[in-house]
């Protein structure tokens, strides 16, 4: 167990000593706010006060008079209305080093999800063309919070949800017979194109192997003949794109069919289960407010009583044509999840689908309730290029694809940009700016500081041959050394606390910070030649600063792995 985990497990069974009953769950034990009053704090006192029926600060003066019994704290103290400050002694931030070196990359492990199966879902685009760099941060987030579960101990299934079976299948099914007609030498306009038709050059090529495939057998034909046939022929070459596209992100996931699932009868199981909860009824909808909508009708309708588990509305489930709505089909994967006995479902959605949240939410809680499901919805990307913004759209034709983003800045730059900031922020992604050279380009600062570590180990390669793989680590007594290892030891308090929140931006964030602390001893050992990295004079103290820096590099190789970035040894 790291040092910040032991000691956060100590505060806690102090606290049980003095609250038998307390409720830990908001007890947090961080790097404090002002260093120069100690090395942690911890709220422990903060939030435990009222249970203890005392004031904060007087619950703190008893939980002190046990924690400073811990061999590796200096001393506590009071800070402000009751928070502890805790001091830790030099030699087991010292000490930490060696865990962290002897970890073999599982520094930040843990067994928070030890035995757990997890299930992310994550992209789900509509199978309607290649990706466009629109989806890149659903695809990023989704494949990042995989790794992050995955880390503390979870067994992760990635899957997407392919929407196989709606109408915008049967407007691009229509829309390759276009580009198929166009193969056979007609010429086309765009007349030819409806308005819910996709126009895209990229049917061209599947309009060309239709032709290949089918030769002229299905000119003339009625479209009832034709349609299926080449609707499933330009799924199956779309999702052959964005299977391509995916893995240019190095994302590898599993793949679910919407109409597979329906033929497979789980709408019918899921709502077979909701009718016996009586959760199924014939009702009218009222109108939606607010906003007009074309196709309303009041008319009677099979409906999920969806507000008995927190929607705003009760949920249809059948066409006035007797076929499935979208959310039935939504309920039926859903209960096909279930069924897979999983321990957490974990839904990535783009913001333009925030308005699913409760229904999706709703009922996952009437198939199961105990069963934790999250939903995270990102929101919007802006592009901007050569100082303009970047406008698209797929039914258009006018998009960027992943493929070409990829291409322009490397698979490195978009898996960061992508998880750089909180999922609910929008991120503005100059194309410009990403591939800058300088600390305000964060991901090139985080290579950079690793770059610059691997450089100085591959020069005291050549001045040490024989340098101490296990030093004493005594000389480490500078304020920038000890602040770096502070920063190192917490380590595996961000990656729980990302995976506990599904926050793939707090890994980022910390990796900016943890290059920023070796950036600056860097510099501070240019101006202070006492402070360098490599002394031909004294091989134990440069054994001893190496092994800071293979720490470094090793936290920020498992941060990079987790973002799913390849950290880079030499800058070029």
């Known amino acids: 167990m790291s040092l910040v985990f032991s000691l956060t497990e100590f505060i806690e069974n102090c606290l049980k000593e003095v609250i038998p009953d307390a409720n830990l769950e908001k007890v947090v034990l961080e790097p404090a706010k002002d260093q120069t009053h100690g090395d942690l704090a911890s709220n422990a006192a903060m939030v435990c006060a009222k249970a203890a029926g005392m004031s904060p600060r007087d619950l703190a003066h008893k939980l002190i008079e046990k924690i400073e019994e811990h061999p590796a704290i200096s001393s506590a103290a009071i800070a402000g209305p009751g928070f502890i400050n805790l001091t830790l002694h030099q030699s087991v931030l010292r000490f930490e080093l060696t865990r962290i070196l002897s970890s073999n990359h599982k520094y930040g492990n843990s067994n928070m999800g030890a035995g757990k199966n997890a299930h992310v879902e994550y992209v789900s685009t509509n199978p309607t063309g290649p990706m466009h760099i629109g989806h890149g941060r659903n695809a990023v987030l989704g494949d990042t919070i995989a790794n992050l579960l995955e880390k503390v101990g979870y067994k992760v299934t990635r899957e997407y949800y392919v929407n196989d079976a709606g109408g915008q299948t049967i407007a691009l099914g229509r829309s390759a017979y276009v580009r198929y007609l166009q193969a056979l030498g007609k010429e086309i306009s765009e007349a030819d194109f409806d308005v819910d038709m996709y126009k895209g050059d990229y049917l061209i090529p599947v309009g060309q192997k239709l032709a290949e495939v089918y030769g002229d057998s299905l000119l003339n034909k009625p479209e009832a003949e034709w349609l299926e046939p080449v609707r499933l022929f330009t799924i199956d070459a779309m999702m052959d794109y964005i299977r391509a596209d995916l893995k240019l992100l190095n994302i590898v996931m599993e793949y679910a069919s919407e109409s597979a699932i329906t033929k497979e009868g789980w709408v019918d199981k899921a709502l077979k289960l909701l009718e016996t909860k009586g959760d199924v009824y014939q009702g009218v909808l009222e109108k939606p407010k607010g906003h007009q909508v074309d196709d309303w009708e009041e008319r009677p309708q099979v409906l999920f009583k969806a507000t008995a588990y927190g929607d705003d509305i009760d949920r249809a489930l059948q066409k006035s044509d007797s076929t499935w709505t979208y959310f039935a089909g939504d309920v039926g994967y859903h ?87 909180h999922q609910d922020m929008i991120i503005d992604f100059d194309f410009t700016q990403v591939i800058e050279q300088s600390k305000d380009n964060p991901l090139f600062y985080i290579q950079y500081a690793n770059a610059r570590i691997h450089s100085v180990l591959r020069h005291a390669a050549e001045v040490f041959k024989n340098i101490d793989q296990n030093p004493s680590l005594e000389s480490l007594v500078d304020e920038a050394e000890l602040n770096l290892i502070k920063c190192l030891i917490q380590w595996p308090r961000v990656v729980a606390s990302a995976a506990h929140h599904l926050e793939p931006h707090r890994i980022a964030n910390y990796l900016y910070d943890l290059a920023g602390m070796f950036h600056s001893l860097w510099n501070k050992g240019k101006e202070n030649t006492q402070l360098r990295f490599i002394d031909e004079k004294s091989q134990a103290q440069t054994a001893d600063r190496l092994a800071l820096l293979r720490s470094t590099a090793l936290v920020i190789t498992e941060g990079l792995d987790l973002l799913g970035i390849t950290p880079v040894e030499e800058m070029r």
Not at 341 to 348: E, G, H, K, S, T
């Open 335 to 421: 209960y096909h999840k279930i069924s897979r006995n999983y321990d957490l479902l974990v839904n990535i959605l783009g913001f333009d689908h925030v308005g699913y949240v409760k229904r999706l939410t709703s009922a996952v809680k009437a198939l199961k309730a105990d069963l934790p499901y999250v939903i995270k919805t990102c929101q919007m990307v802006n592009f901007v290029d050569n100082g303009q913004p970047i406008r698209m759209s797929k039914r258009a034709g006018n998009f960027i694809t992943i493929n070409q983003l990829v291409e322009r800045v490397g698979k490195d730059v978009v898996r960061y940009m992508m998880v750089s900031r």
